[in-house]
Antibody, heavy 118, light 110 residues
Framework: QLQLQESGPGLVKPSETLSLTCTVSGGSISSSSYYWGWIRQPPGKGLEWIGSIYYSGSTYYNPSLKSRVTISVDTSKNQFSLKLSSVTAADTAVYYC??????????WGQGTLVTVSS | QPVLTQSSSASASLGSSVKLTCTLSSGHSSYIIAWHQQQPGKAPRYLMKLEGSGSYNKGSGVPDRFSGSSSGADRYLTISNLQSEDEADYYCETWDSKGVFGGGTKLTVL
């Protein structure tokens, strides 16, 4: 059974870079049928798509975050990662990694809360 | 880019049925969507993929009480025989070069 697990610091200082990693188990990140992505949810609010990556390295980013986001993949470790630069309090959220088919997300990670605060 | 519109809240009685709606913006009525359930304090869970034809494909372990249907630009999630554990936020989602989520519907089971 496919499982996704986020990891990374739970507290990041303003202006610094948020870094998270998603470890995939029970399946290969190199599967040609899927994309791997990040979604976030500020406290008490709805879901916001951040971006996705294909195992070959092709990326798709939310235009509103594109200038600050980098998503990368490490097929040897079956992991993919998120970097969000120049964070502010508005970036405080639960961050989810997810697997997407051609059209929609089909598997979610458990999520990890990242707080931006000095 | 498509926009997905959902009512902010809905309520129904234990054991009854409820139909939640997700409406695609003009020009995007053929889009496939997904429904996701988020119980309080938990991660979202994929429920189903739903096509404009009304055909749907549920995720593993999703109870038979959950079904989908479509009419024009509207995509529906119907939950029958409501249980207390169905009280949750329900989000619809689609894709068009970027992921798009609806604002979510908070379902209260009375």
């Amino acid at each position: 059974q496919l499982q996704l697990q986020e990891s990374g610091p739970g507290l990041v200082k303003p202006s610094e870079t948020l870094s998270l990693t998603c470890t995939v188990s029970g399946g290969s990140i190199s599967s040609s049928s899927y994309y791997w992505g990040w979604i976030r949810q500020p406290p008490g609010k709805g879901l916001e798509w951040i971006g996705s990556i294909y195992y070959s390295g092709s990326t798709y980013y939310n235009p509103s975050l594109k200038s600050r986001v980098t998503i990368s993949v490490d097929t040897s470790k079956n992991q993919f990662s998120l970097k969000l630069s120049s964070v502010t309090a508005a970036d405080t959220a639960v961050y989810y990694c997810a697997r997407r088919g051609v059209t929609t997300v089909t598997t979610w990670g458990q999520g990890t809360l990242v707080t931006v605060s000095s | 880019q498509p926009v997905l519109t959902q009512s902010s809240s809905a309520s129904a009685s234990l054991g009854s049925s409820v139909k939640l709606t997700c409406t695609l913006s003009s020009g995007h009525s053929s889009y496939i969507i997904a429904w996701h359930q988020q119980q309080p304090g938990k991660a979202p869970r994929y429920l189903m993929k739903l096509e404009g034809s009304g055909s749907y494909n549920k995720g593993s372990g999703v109870p038979d009480r959950f079904s989908g249907s479509s009419s024009g630009a509207d995509r529906y999630l119907t939950i029958s025989n409501l249980q207390s554990e169905d009280e949750a936020d329900y989000y619809c989602e689609t894709w068009d070069s970027k992921g798009v989520f609806g604002g979510g519907t908070k379902l209260t089971v009375l």
